[in-house]
């Protein structure tokens, strides 16, 4: 056999090997009716890296479900995972500390409509903070967003 040969033979079971997964199916999936609730938002995407896609759910009360491949797709039913099992699909976190001042209201919700959660943070004296997810979770220190960029979070 030709060494051109044998690299097209490895070639084909790398891509086979490769396909398998997919193939069978493999990957997690929910159970009917998970993730259905009002504001909830459901994904399909690899959080753990392993290849092998996962389930996330968030809703607009920060709730965060995952069922993971790592975890042998175990249905999650507590809402409480941290945003750092699935950045992908739970969006940004406000660093420690972030609006803990006196009068800020802290809200998580989608700003910028790309379906993955963002941080405003407005107090009494017209303070408007705001974490995008489009903004790659950039945290934002000078209080000084318009309204614009989040009318939900910041209200009317
Ligand atoms: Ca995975
Ligand atoms: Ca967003």
């Known amino acids: 056999m030709s060494s051109r040969m044998m690299l097209f033979v490895c070639v084909l079971l ?10 069978q199916g493999a990957g997690c999936s929910s159970p009917a009716g998970w993730c ?16 092998v896609s996962d389930v996330t759910c968030s809703d607009s009360n920060g709730g965060r479900w995952a069922i993971l491949s790592k975890n042998k797709c175990a249905v999650d039913g507590t809402g409480k995972k941290p945003t750092s099992i699935c950045p992908a699909a739970f969006g940004c976190s406000p660093p420690v500390g972030w609006c803990s001042h006196a009068g800020s209201v802290q809200r998580n919700l989608d700003c910028d409509g790309d379906g993955v959660l963002d941080v405003t943070c407005s107090d009494s004296n017209g ?3 705001v974490i995008l997810s489009k903004n790659k979770c950039a945290v934002d220190g000078n209080g000084k967003k318009p309204t614009s960029i989040c009318p939900k979070g910041f209200g009317k």
């Open 14 to 23: 790398t891509s086979m090997l490769g396909q398998l997964p997919h193939a």
């Open 36 to 51: 259905s609730h009002a504001g909830a938002v459901k994904r399909n995407l690899d959080c753990d890296g392993d290849g």
């Open 127 to 129: 303070g408007r903070w």
